[in-house]
């Protein structure tokens, strides 16, 4: 389906309807995440949806750091989702923005709301501030010092901005409703004091304001028309419009929110993440198992299987969980289109092809490095007299279903020779340390002229000429199907078998030089892509070769 054949999402819907009244002649959509941790496939949604908006209508998307509580966030963080947002192929309108660059108009418009009569310097501490503001089924009640004068109120204002007074000692509050059946519209707090640097304002900031009130006017600051976000802001919204309402705003940005994405047997919520990260469950918050666009792309998953995961998940305010293998299925597809292939055994048995002459007897075989893309050419293949094949291709007696290499019958090696064995070498603990066989001439792309054929056909490498490596297999980091579900304990669910580490893996030559875009399938085995640990610029002898299981070949999910 082209872009314009698929149906629309209700808010190109809604776009559309603004383009075509006149109401919005540029679009300009924001990505605001806050830079309190590594992003993940839950931004990866929205991501796509701003961005992509922006894209189908010929608009703009800003980068916005909502940077609003210094004591969680980092620049480490900020240098991150910028890398993150860049490889899932997106670019955002000039300069990255910054709340915090707006803290001065943000501080004006409090005053000026002040000078309004619309906002209060409040005493009150945190647990009387919850104590009057009632509950759903119960009015708040004012507080006392809500009738301040507007004197009154700028002098304290501007003595909390001069870090006067100790964190919580007061708040900036606006003057709405203490009655008002949505709570966030009772008298909300817009200004806390916390003397604490900032990492983009340094010490500047005795007081720093709260998410509600920077967001909205951060958008209207920069022309954002369609602000777009996840449900739980729904009922944020009428004080979005209030401010919008009540302040001299250049622009009337108009919020709209859809469901957020939730994939079952993960965690996604950069609090949790930091937890995994912080207690050492996993290697970093780019850890090949972690949720993260980090380390989904360090494991081997391609931005390209990402954004079509996204795409394949819909945009709507219905809230759901999307099914692990959903997101699997699309990098299965992007890799088995686009993976160059390659053979490497991860659990090597020597085999000794006794019939090859012991002088002289490599060969070189050329091998597709796609079987239906001719474009992405060939490799060429050593075979000696000796190989590595898998252990697990080899039994002695075998049965029916083992399509594999069985004393006394025979299999084909993938791209090169039919082979059978004869006998297999045992060392003192009755464990199979080689087997031997014959190569059956002739059969280099023919099958065998006395008409009996391979069983099968299984991977090896030349155990003369290969290239050893370290290979990592990944499984789920948790157990249960929804870790965090209703208050759950996650880290009481997590697998103790999520990483296996194999090492003397054994793959073919063509892997010194590894390739760094994009994984490869190794034959027969799955798709593994090269790890920032690898070392290869260095000579052979001592080069290092890591390589993580990106996915296997076949859904397993469930079983
Ligand atoms: P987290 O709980 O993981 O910290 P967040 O919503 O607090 O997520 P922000 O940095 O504030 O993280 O998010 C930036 C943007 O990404 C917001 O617009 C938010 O709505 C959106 N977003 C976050 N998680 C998801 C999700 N699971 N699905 C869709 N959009 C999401
Ligand atoms: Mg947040």
Same mark, same amino acid.
């Given at each position: ?370 079987? &239906?893309? %001719?474009?992405? *050419?060939?490799?060429? +293949?050593?075979? @000696?007299?000796?190989?590595?094949? !898998?252990? $697990? ?127 490869? &399938?190794? %034959?027969?085995? *799955?798709?593994?892509? +090269?790890?920032? @640990?690898?070392?290869?610029?260095? !000579?052979? $002898? ?18």
């Amino acid at each position: 389906m082209t872009d314009t054949e698929k149906p629309l999402n209700f808010i190109q819907k809604i776009i559309e309807e603004d383009i075509a009244s006149g109401k919005t002649t540029q679009v300009q959509t924001r990505f605001p995440p806050e830079p309190n941790g590594y992003l993940h496939i839950g931004h990866a949604k929205s991501i796509c949806l701003n961005f992509g908006l922006a894209k189908k209508y010929g608009g703009q998307c800003n980068l916005r750091f909502d940077d609003t509580n210094p004591e969680k966030e980092d620049v480490e963080y900020v240098e991150s989702i910028k890398n993150d947002v860049k490889w899932l192929g997106f670019e955002w309108a000039d300069q990255v923005k910054f709340s915090s660059s707006y803290f001065d108009q943000l501080y004006d418009w409090a005053v000026y709301l002040i000078k309004e009569g619309k906002a209060y310097v409040c005493d009150l501490t945190q647990e009387e501030t919850r104590e009057y503001r009632g509950n759903l089924t119960e009015a708040g009640k004012n507080s006392p010092f809500r009738e301040r004068s507007v004197e009154e109120n700028l002098d304290l204002f501007e003595r909390m901005r001069d870090g006067e007074f100790e964190d919580g000692a007061r708040s900036l509050r606006v003057k709405i409703d203490m009655a008002h059946g949505n709570m966030q519209m009772r008298d909300p707090i817009i200004y806390r004091i916390k003397n604490i640097e900032h990492h983009q304002t340094g010490d500047k900031w005795h007081i720093y304001p709260s998410y509600d009130y920077a967001h909205g006017q951060g958008d209207a600051i920069e022309g954002v028309t369609h602000s777009v976000c996840t449900l739980e802001f729904a009922e944020h919204q009428p004080l979005y419009n209030w401010f919008i309402d009540n302040l001299p705003v250049p622009s009337k940005p108009r919020q709209y929110e859809f469901s957020r994405l939730n994939v079952n047997y993960l965690v996604t919520s950069k609090r949790k993440l930091k937890q995994l990260v912080d207690e050492n469950v996993v290697n970093g918050w780019d850890d090949p198992r972690m949720p993260t666009i980090s380390g989904m792309r360090r494991r081997g998953y391609t931005a390209q299987s990402i954004r079509n995961f996204i795409e394949s998940t819909g945009v709507t305010r219905v809230d759901g969980v999307v099914d692990m293998s959903q997101l699997e299925f699309s990098v299965r597809e992007d890799l088995n289109e686009n993976s160059p292939r390659a053979m490497c055994i991860l659990r090597p048995l020597k085999v000794t092809l006794w019939n090859v002459p012991e002088e002289n007897s490599t060969e070189y075989l050329v091998a597709p490095n796609h079987p &239906q893309r %001719e474009d992405m *050419g060939t490799r060429t +293949l050593i075979f @000696d007299r000796e190989i590595y094949i !898998d252990k $697990e291709d080899f039994q002695e007696e075998g049965n029916k279903k083992f399509k594999r290499l069985v004393i006394g019958k025979r299999v084909r090696l993938r791209n090169a020779y039919v082979i059978e064995a004869d006998e297999a070498i045992k060392d003192s603990n009755g464990e199979i340390i080689e087997v031997k066989a014959r190569i059956i001439e002739g059969t280099l792309g023919n099958n065998p002229e006395d008409g009996i054929k391979p069983k099968g056909v299984i991977h090896w490498v030349s155990a003369i000429q290969n290239v050893d490596c370290e290979v990592r297999l990944y499984d789920r980091l948790f157990n249960d199907i929804a870790p965090d579900a209703g208050g759950k304990d996650y880290m009481e669910s997590l697998n103790p078998d999520s990483l296996e580490v194999l090492t003397g893996c054994k793959g073919e030559v063509s892997l010194q030089s590894p390739r760094t875009d994009i994984p490869y &399938q190794f %034959e027969r085995e *799955g798709y593994y892509f +090269l790890d920032a @640990d690898s070392d290869y610029d260095q !000579d052979l $002898e001592n080069q290092r070769l890591v390589f993580n299981r990106t996915i296997g070949l076949r859904d397993t999910w469930d079983k």
